[in-house]
């Protein structure tokens, strides 16, 4: 396990690219999916508190739930085509950047490694004013939890934020 959370903490690639490499098949299902103010974001996103961003959580599984990935785009910062592929498409954020051609590195701001599914829901809080009230322990089940978050940067502007929640015990 220790590799996988060294391994995890510093890959900046594509999460729907890992999990097929590690699992084969995976399938995911957009959970929630709205457009509204960045308000907590903003600042991450160097934006306005009032511009409208993309919001979206998908729980990806292979048998059992393995992650849970909320992200948020500033859409002033995406073209037509993109925005239109966030609205309709039903596959994860990576595959619509790989659609659309769109290269980006992952800044990584923090990760960590906890079985405290409190710990967890308290940093995923800031979502809460997305109105985005997740418990991973409801969608995860797991028993350690990997999380990280980072910022894609397009350029280096930020283009999305980025929160995964890894169920450990999958990967064992």
């Known amino acids: 396990m220790k590799?996988?959370?060294?391994?995890?903490?510093?890959?900046?690639?594509?999460?729907?690219?890992?999990?097929?490499?590690?699992?084969?098949?995976?399938?995911?299902r957009i959970l929630k999916q709205w457009r509204g103010e960045a308000t907590a974001f903003a600042e991450k996103l160097a934006i306005s508190r009032s511009e409208i961003v993309n919001y979206r959580v998908v729980l990806f599984t292979s048998g059992k739930p393995v992650c849970l990935a909320l992200s948020a785009i500033p859409l002033s910062r995406v073209n037509?085509?993109?925005?239109?592929?966030?609205?309709?498409?039903?596959?994860?954020?990576?595959?619509?950047?790989?659609?659309?051609?769109?290269?980006?590195?992952?800044?990584?701001?923090?990760?960590?490694?906890?079985?405290?599914?409190?710990?967890?829901?308290?940093?995923?809080?800031y979502y809460s004013s997305a109105h985005i009230n997740y418990c991973p322990d409801d969608v995860l089940k797991g028993e350690m939890y990997f999380v990280r978050n980072y910022v894609m940067l397009k350029e280096s502007t930020p283009f999305a934020d980025v929160v995964e929640v890894f169920n450990v015990g999958a990967f064992l």
Request: net charge neutral; with cysteine; aromatic share 10%.
């Open 80 to 125: 037509g085509e993109f925005k239109e592929s966030l609205s309709e498409d039903e596959i994860p954020l990576g595959e619509i950047m790989k659609k659309h051609k769109l290269g980006v590195k992952r800044k990584i701001v923090y990760s960590i490694t906890t079985d405290d599914v409190c710990r967890v829901s308290e940093m995923l809080s």
């Open 3 to 28: 590799k996988f959370i060294e391994f995890m903490a510093k890959y900046d690639g594509s999460v729907t690219d890992l999990l097929k490499a590690v699992f084969g098949r995976i399938q995911f």
